[in-house]
């Protein structure tokens, strides 16, 4: 099993370096999208000067619809990067929009499902901890079963548990596999700081972002290996 991960974890980093150019060029545009607040400061501050009395109440209203356009925005992210996920890995390269006007539709089961799914772990955390890690499993491919099926809720959170029933320790081995990855690096880090000093922090800065990429490519994969298992009673 864990060859088989290891070899799922090579095969996300390959479908990375087939579209590392697209997925830049889509973390880009959303980046620059959350720069706008600073922006819209700085020209504020150059065109109104020290003028308190004025400035004041347009920072207020400006920073409160900017606020809530951004929150919501943020919630259309969460099944924009699952949309650009299963693109890739189907070697596709949609248009930024097209991806954006499905991630709208799909927003609010997706984050449903998520803040269903988070509240139930969170509460197994709570109790006793380990019903929390064992719910952690059993709904960890929630999010990836509504896009992929349509189900939201409490039904994509079954629908999950059922995909791993008879395969929870084998599930659990494919998704530790990532934050043993982060625990080994956060060590080899440490160990090597006083070595290496500025140049190991940007080195190690850098293969932690490049995991933190592949990491949802390898879990979407994932998700594939355990839905195409013919189902256990």
Same mark, same amino acid.
């Given at each position: 099993m864990l060859t088989e991960a290891w070899l799922l974890?090579?095969? /996300?980093?390959?479908?990375?370096?087939?579209?590392?150019?697209? %997925?830049?060029?889509? &973390?880009?545009?959303?980046?620059l999208f959350f720069l706008i607040p600073f922006f819209v400061t700085l020209a504020l501050s150059l065109f109104f000067g020290s003028n308190?009395? %004025?400035v004041g109440p347009i920072y207020y209203i400006l920073g409160s619809v900017m606020m809530i356009f951004?929150? *919501? $925005? @943020?919630?259309?992210?969460?099944? $924009?990067?699952?949309?650009?996920?299963? /693109?890739i890995i189907a070697d596709q390269e949609p248009s930024f929009r097209e991806l954006f006007s499905q991630s709208?539709?799909?927003? #609010?089961?997706?984050?449903?499902? @998520?803040?269903?799914?988070?509240?139930?772990? %969170?509460?197994? %955390?709570?109790?006793?901890?380990? #019903? @929390?890690?064992?719910?952690?499993?059993?709904?960890?491919?929630?999010?990836?079963?509504?896009?992929?099926?349509g189900v939201s809720g409490f039904k994509a959170l079954q629908k999950?548990?059922?995909?791993?029933?008879?395969r929870f320790w084998e599930a659990a081995l494919f998704l530790s596999l990532l934050t043993l990855m982060t625990l080994l690096l956060s060590f080899l880090q440490s160990a090597f700081?006083? &070595? @290496?000093?500025? #140049?190991?922090?940007?080195?190690?800065?850098?293969? /932690?972002?490049? *995991?933190? *990429?592949?990491? #949802?490519? &390898?879990?979407y994969l994932v998700y594939r290996r355990f839905a195409s298992l013919p189902a256990k009673t």
């Open positions: 974890l090579k095969q /996300s980093f390959e479908i990375f370096k087939k579209h590392w150019k697209y %997925l830049f060029s889509i &973390y880009l545009r959303i980046f308190r009395e %004025l951004m929150l *919501i $925005f @943020g919630l259309i992210l969460v099944p $924009f990067y699952l949309l650009v996920t299963k /693109s709208k539709k799909l927003a #609010p089961s997706v984050v449903w499902t @998520g803040f269903v799914q988070g509240a139930c772990v %969170l509460g197994g %955390l709570i109790l006793f901890v380990v #019903p @929390g890690l064992i719910l952690a499993v059993w709904f960890a491919f929630s999010q990836y079963i509504v896009v992929e099926n999950s548990k059922v995909l791993l029933r008879g700081q006083k &070595y @290496g000093g500025l #140049p190991v922090t940007i080195v190690f800065y850098l293969v /932690s972002v490049l *995991i933190s *990429i592949v990491s #949802p490519i &390898y879990m």
